[in-house]
């Protein structure tokens, strides 16, 4: 049986979709919450010099991306077929760009150029991102991206409108679909036993 351990700093950030992905695996896993002080101690140790850091077997692994992708290809999550592979993969990338653009928020420190930037993902890119989720939702027909089965697009999808939403409210508001389809991820008993159980600490 596999161990795991999950190491980041005190917040959701890129660590979130280890930690979701696993917690709709079933499978234990590690917290590791480290501080700025910690993280420096062990830096330097790390393969990648950067986190967030996955631990399989006490082998250490580094990018998100790729830790998610081999976690969910493990635990069934990246669909039966290299099709349904593909899709995911599509979807996962395309929320990347998103993102691209939602960090810019974090980093711009003019306040007037901030605002112009988030009045242009909540009404040109969340609404873009909204219409491309909703076509491909279709194709699952039971509303998620395959099926009736939760995968990696699915979960990244919650993850982003918790963390966007988190940040920047009403990011989503002109992209009902993507807010839907978090909901109904949202609503999955085992992401909600994490919401329960998690620590609460920043994003």
């Avoid at 161990?3 to 979701?20: D, H, Q």
């Avoid at 990696?152 to 009902?176: K, M, R, W």
Wanted: contains cysteine.
């Amino acid at each position: 049986m596999a161990t795991y351990k999950v190491s980041y700093f005190p917040s959701k950030g890129n660590a979130e979709i280890l930690r979701l992905v696993l917690v709709i695996a079933g499978q234990d896993f590690e917290d590791e919450r480290l501080t700025r002080d910690e993280w420096a101690k062990v830096k330097d140790a790390s393969p990648t010099k950067q986190m967030p850091l996955l631990t399989v077997n006490g082998t250490v692994y580094g990018q998100s991306a790729a830790c998610a992708r081999y976690l969910a290809r493990k635990y069934g999550l990246l669909g039966a077929t290299p099709e349904e592979e593909l899709l995911i993969d599509e979807v996962y990338e395309c929320i990347a760009d998103f993102l691209k653009e939602v960090f810019k928020l974090f980093y711009e420190k003019d306040e007037k150029a901030k605002e112009e930037l988030k009045q242009k993902l909540t009404t040109e890119n969340a609404p873009k991102l909204n219409e491309y989720i909703k076509l491909r939702s279709k194709l699952g027909g039971n509303g998620f991206i395959i099926g009736k089965k939760i995968s990696l697009a699915d979960i990244q999808i919650y993850n982003i409108v918790d963390q966007c939403e988190t940040g920047f409210p009403g990011l989503f508001s002109s992209a009902p679909d993507i807010k839907k389809h978090a909901d109904a991820v949202k609503s999955d008993a085992r992401i909600q036993k994490w919401i329960a159980t998690m620590p609460k600490m920043p994003q």
